[in-house]
């Protein structure tokens, strides 16, 4: 994971064609990340996708170290994405594994990565890493109120969600019939065909 030089997959371009497509819909930025829990029951939700990591073909997303995701990330790395670009009536899902890059990582390269991601942040974003527990019975209000935490170094739970795709599903409503291609990657290379809607 994360060498230099790794080629861009072949179902890149049609997600940076997506993306460009769908920019004026900021929601066309947020994913259904699925995982699996410690029963190997399935767990959804909403993320912000925050690009790619630079000559790789990973995703980036932030969340909170405290956060079931997290802890599922450490567990049962297999997730999946759900992605769904309203415009051009688009989806990709995405699967592969995710990884956690936590604040005592040992890898210099993954620690730059984290403190990248942090300064990037919004005042408000930077906040809610300073929240109580989530999850936990509801705090008093004033556990959420203070100043965010100063863009230079992330506070403990800040984390790095990197998920490294190795089937990548991608259906286009539009078109008569509809267009539907699967990309698998075997090793370093990946494998790519049209299949039926
Ligand atoms: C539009 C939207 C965007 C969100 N973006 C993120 C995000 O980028 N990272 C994150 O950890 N949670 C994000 N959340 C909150 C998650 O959906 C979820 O409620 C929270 O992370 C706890 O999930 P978990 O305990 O299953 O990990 C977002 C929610 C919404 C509705």
């Not at 759900?82 to 995710?98: A, M, S």
């Not at 286009?172 to 990657?185: A, D, F, I, M, S």
């Amino acid at each position: 994971m994360g060498e230099l030089g790794v080629t861009l997959a072949p179902w890149r371009p049609a997600v940076a064609h997506a993306l460009h497509r769908n920019r004026s819909l900021v929601y066309s930025r947020y994913v259904q990340l699925a995982t699996v829990d410690e029963y190997g029951r399935p767990a959804n939700r909403t993320v912000v996708f925050r690009g790619f990591r630079a000559n790789t073909n990973q995703l980036l997303f932030v969340t909170d170290r405290r956060s079931q995701k997290a802890h599922q990330a450490v567990i049962q790395p297999w997730a999946e994405i759900c992605w769904y670009f309203p415009k051009t009536r688009e989806q990709f899902r995405l699967l592969g594994q995710i990884r956690l890059i936590a604040v005592d990582t040992p890898d210099p390269a993954d620690h730059q990565l984290r403190q990248q991601l942090w300064q990037q942040l919004s005042d408000p974003a930077r906040l809610q890493f300073t929240w109580p527990q989530p999850g936990a019975a509801a705090a008093g209000r004033e556990a959420f109120t203070g100043d965010p935490p100063p863009n230079d170094e992330p506070v403990a739970p800040f984390c790095v969600l990197l998920l490294e795709p190795e089937r990548v599903d991608h259906l286009e409503l539009r078109g008569e019939p509809q267009n539907r291609w699967l990309y698998e990657r075997r090793g370093d290379t990946w494998g790519s065909q049209q299949i039926n809607p």
